[in-house]
């Protein structure tokens, strides 16, 4: 009982974890272990994230779920060249989500959802080989999002619903690889917005030509949370007009890519149920970080990204083995949207392979406990930044990268 | 149920143990890196300012931080060697240093924007904290003692404090001698070295150059308690004190690198002024006032046509640069028959004195000639010492004023302009100094680095590097510090990346360099009130 309370006090810490870019691919247990597959299947509310299409062909009247995440991930850097070595002490991010969904009438289902699905929490050490580029980084998002679900007929349904996001940036890097005070402390600037809001959609569609078979499809807008009121805040500036760092506002957009997934599941011996997703996340529109300080003394900053578009394609295996307990388990692989020379180490992802499972305790008709976890597994790489610049000439940041991520995960689910 | 969860839990813990994301070879693991046949656990760094981390006209301790010695020693120490390094850091960032509570040296140069816009070295301000008199208590792996020549190392007494006032003794070794008898090379020794570098010999010509070739090139004088501070070291002396020095660091043993010795006249200090500094393009006042200077010097350019030395006459240009005038002390001196031709020339006697004395050994400076950097903040002002001269002499202030302007009426004298003859003694004896480096790095084994080729190369073409090339330029090339003479820590980790390459050759060692980039070059900074 102990290790359970040290898991909920793990979960409890805030922040939260970057994956395929910042994407943070945590939005329901029951999904999750199964490889995060749920376009096309119809188990819980879920759906309102995963295709709000389902909503309406769901057993039960009302459809409760919620759940949270603890995200231990980490990463190591070295450079052979010159012995420099770095881990980071990541914060350990608790990702969360909340749907429900109700059956107004035969042929509609109104739901709502509260998930994360954007978010990224690293942290080098202070004045690390790359702290020219990042010390550290945290972003959270939170999207909310009504939803209604409509019947055409027995084999297709279609939803989808608005979705408002608010989310925070915190972000500090040093301003050069060798600027300093007299005292030698390394020049460094803060960025930080708070409460930046905006709007997108998700829509669905659902078919199902048999009993057993489903297919699904979902898009999910791109949204831009433009930062326009940002502080900017310098320490360790030297006294000299030379470097005119004083603290101000600042603008940036951070863009969160569209989505677009398609997916089909089928159930098999009674007591099976196989799924299949295909992501394509559209993340191109990550073309440059750029930071427009509002004092025109301050050179602005701008750092490319060049984003590519990235797949990701999932792969669940669901068992219904007693009337008690539900199996899943699940894999996928999750291609990296950094392409070479732009691998920046505040999103340091290359491709990666989850490894996923979980199960549902069914402790009553009504009330079920979903628990999963994720192993995600990268490779080390050898990769470099090659966008940085100082006085023009460029000056890139290489070296070995290597990440984990082991996240387990608990939640509830309520149906009537 | 219970149970249920216990498996959830374990298999949360099982997870975060595995979690931490590890690389096949880790740098930080054991032999990743090694030192080869090399013993590094007591490496001793003896020479002088170069080796103590010297920039920007000081010491301090940001500056001994990035001392080559002990970037070296960094990077060692991530090949496994587990010894600190230790140095004699100063108490503080400024660098000036005190002698029973009176400052007697200056502080660090930082570069300040001035009231006119543009950047140039200031001395950084602040009460400095380091007294030589509270002594430190060494012996030191950095044994680098900034103005030292190589005979001062062996010279008994170099660190007694009481010596200091008379300049009979050194004030940065003053503060971490073993006693006051005791000598650089003995303490040096004294440490049981197993890995030594030496770097000396830079002074024995760099004073001569700096002092503008003040002193006396000694070549043929073997005493060296003879020598004034800016005077030549005969090539003898330097051999036999540092073929001393050698015997002393390798008397248990140990292997090491020696330096040999840049051409001391490629550093900024020498190359940032140049010869033809008067420039009327951006130098208005000094372009309205080329007619008048040229009919001033009308009469004297006659009389060295008369006497047979046209090429001394002294003209201006008045839309282009024109050459600084100097004085060249080895001209023949022609005083006393300009006075006369002058005279004879319709000239009052006292003018054609005055001139006389004054252009007699003038003559206009050629692309031959080098400037020292501090010449550059006393070009086309007022020599206020000549003019109080001419003016206790009787002549008209307004007169005296336009025969006292540096480098235009007034020749340069000889501390701003290092001539040929004196770049001469200057070549011979760093070539002689050179090859008994090399002789004697020969005959025991140790690795040569050839500081002169790599500096050549950095003041001729760059050392590129991710981010920049590194250049001789003042201020902007990265090599070198405010002082002009000295390098920052960039040129200096690329001096410390030299030796580390030449060792993991030699000892077949595998000891990582540094990214010269990550090193900062110049410091900005403006006084209060600036």
Request: aromatic share 12%; proline share 5%.
């Amino acid at each position: 009982m102990k290790k359970l309370v040290l898991l909920a006090v793990c979960m409890l810490a805030s922040a939260m974890m970057y994956a395929g870019g910042y994407r943070v691919s945590l939005q329901g247990h029951k999904s999750l272990a199964m490889g995060h597959t749920g376009v096309a299947l119809i188990d819980s509310s879920e759906l309102v994230f995963f295709n709000p299409a389902g909503l309406v062909f769901l057993e039960d009247k009302l459809n409760v779920s919620g759940g949270a995440f603890g995200v231990f991930s980490d990463v190591v850097y070295q450079n052979e060249t010159t012995g420099a070595f770095a881990q980071t002490d990541s914060p350990t991010g608790t990702p969360f989500y909340l749907y429900g969904s109700y059956q107004v009438t035969d042929w509609m289902a109104v739901g709502l959802g509260v998930y994360t699905p954007y978010g990224s929490s690293v942290a080098y050490e202070d004045d690390w080989a790359g702290s020219h580029l990042v010390n550290n980084i945290e972003l959270a998002a939170i999207f909310i999002q009504p939803t209604v679900s409509f019947k055409i007929s027995d084999v297709l349904s279609v939803g989808g619903g608005p979705i408002y996001v608010t989310g925070n940036v915190n972000f500090n890097r040093n301003l050069s690889r060798t600027l300093t005070d007299l005292e030698g402390n390394r020049s460094e600037v803060t960025i930080d917005a708070t409460g930046v809001t905006n709007w997108g959609w998700t829509a669905g569609v659902m078919v199902r030509p048999s009993e057993n078979l489903t297919i699904g499809a979902n898009y999910r807008s791109e949204i831009i949370l433009n930062a326009d009121e940002a502080d900017a805040t310098f320490e360790n500036i030297p006294n000299s007009p030379l470097t005119p760092f004083v603290d101000t506002k600042a603008s940036a957009s951070l863009p969160l890519p569209a989505e677009m997934t398609v997916g089909v599941s089928y159930k098999f011996c009674k007591k099976w149920t196989a799924a299949f997703d295909y992501n394509r996340a559209f993340w191109d529109v990550y073309e440059s970080l750029d930071i427009d300080f509002e004092n025109p003394n301050l050179t602005d900053s701008f750092n490319a990204r060049n984003y590519k578009n990235a797949s990701t394609v999932r792969f669940g295996l669901e068992y219904k083995a007693t009337k008690m307990f539900t199996l899943r388990a699940g894999y996928y692989f999750d291609e990296s949207p950094v392409q070479g020379g732009f691998f920046a180490p505040e999103t340091p992802r290359n491709d990666s392979n989850g490894y996923t499972g979980g199960l549902t305790v069914n402790l009553s008709d009504r009330f079920q406990i979903d628990a999963s976890f994720l192993y995600l597994h990268f490779k080390e790489v050898d990769a470099s930044y090659d966008a940085y610049f100082e006085n023009g000439v460029a000056a890139p940041f290489s070296g070995k990268y290597k990440s984990s991520a082991f996240v387990p995960g608990l939640g509830v689910t309520y149906k009537m | 149920m219970k149970n249920t969860f216990k498996y959830i839990a374990l298999a949360a813990i099982a997870g975060f143990a595995s979690c931490e994301p590890e690389f096949e070879n880790t740098v930080t693991d054991a032999g990743f890196y090694d030192t080869g046949s090399a013993d590094l656990s007591n490496y001793v760094a003896l020479g002088n300012s170069l080796t103590a981390g010297f920039a920007d006209g000081a010491l301090y301790i940001s500056g001994q931080e990035n001392s080559y010695p002990n970037i070296m020693a960094g990077q060692f120490a991530l090949a496994g060697v587990t010894t600190e390094f230790t140095q004699p850091l100063m108490n503080d960032d400024l660098g000036g240093l005190l002698l029973s509570g009176n400052q007697i040296t200056d502080n660090r140069l930082v570069l300040a924007v001035g009231a006119s816009g543009s950047p140039g070295p200031v001395t950084l301000e602040g009460e400095p904290s380091t007294d030589i008199t509270s002594g430190l208590t060494g012996p030191f792996n950095n044994m680098g003692v900034p103005g030292a020549k190589s005979f001062h190392l062996s010279a008994p007494g170099y660190g007694n404090v009481a010596g200091v006032p008379v300049g009979a003794a050194n004030p940065y070794y003053a503060r971490f001698a073993s006693s006051g008898t005791s000598t650089v090379v003995g303490d040096a020794a004294s440490a049981n070295p197993s890995f030594f570098s030496l770097w000396i010999g830079n002074n024995d010509i760099l004073s001569f150059a700096t002092s503008g070739g003040l002193g006396v090139d000694q070549t043929g004088n073997f005493d060296p308690t003879t020598y004034g501070p800016n005077d030549i070291t005969d090539p003898n002396v330097f051999a036999g004190a540092y073929a001393g020095q050698l015997e002393a660091l390798m008397a248990g043993g140990a292997e090491g690198i020696v330096f040999n010795l840049p051409d001391v006249t490629s550093i900024p200090y020498f190359t940032t002024v140049p010869y033809n500094a008067l420039d009327a393009r951006t130098n208005e006042d000094f372009a309205a006032q080329v007619p008048v200077l040229n009919a001033t010097f009308a009469p004297l350019n006659q009389a060295f046509a008369f006497l047979g030395q046209p090429q001394r006459a002294i003209t201006f240009n008045s839309t282009f640069q024109s050459a600084v005038i100097i004085k060249d002390e080895s001209l023949v001196d022609l005083s006393a028959e300009l006075t006369q031709v002058l005279i004879g020339g319709g000239l009052d006697a006292a003018t054609a004195t005055i001139f006389g004395q004054q252009f007699g050994q003038s003559r206009k400076a050629t692309e031959s000639d080098l400037l020292v950097l501090p010449s550059s903040s006393i070009i086309g002002q007022l020599n206020q010492e000549r003019f109080d001269e001419l003016v206790s002499f009787g002549v008209p202030a307004e007169t005296a004023g336009q025969l006292s302007v540096n480098g235009i009426t007034f020749p340069l004298e000889d501390q701003f302009v290092l001539i040929p003859t004196e770049q001469s003694s200057i070549e011979a004896a760093n070539a002689a100094y050179n090859l008994v480096i090399s002789q004697l790095a020969d005959a025991n084994d140790l690795i040569l680095i050839d500081a002169r080729a790599e500096l050549a190369e950095i003041a001729n073409t760059g050392i590129a590097y991710g981010g920049g090339v590194l250049t001789s330029e003042y201020v902007s090339g990265g090599a070198f510090s405010l002082d002009g003479v000295h390098p920052t820590p960039r040129g200096y980790a690329y001096i410390a990346n030299l030796a580390i390459v030449a060792m993991n050759r030699k000892y077949g060692a595998n000891i990582p360099t540094v990214e010269i980039g990550n090193y900062p070059t110049i410091t900005v900074h403006n006084n209060t009130g600036n």
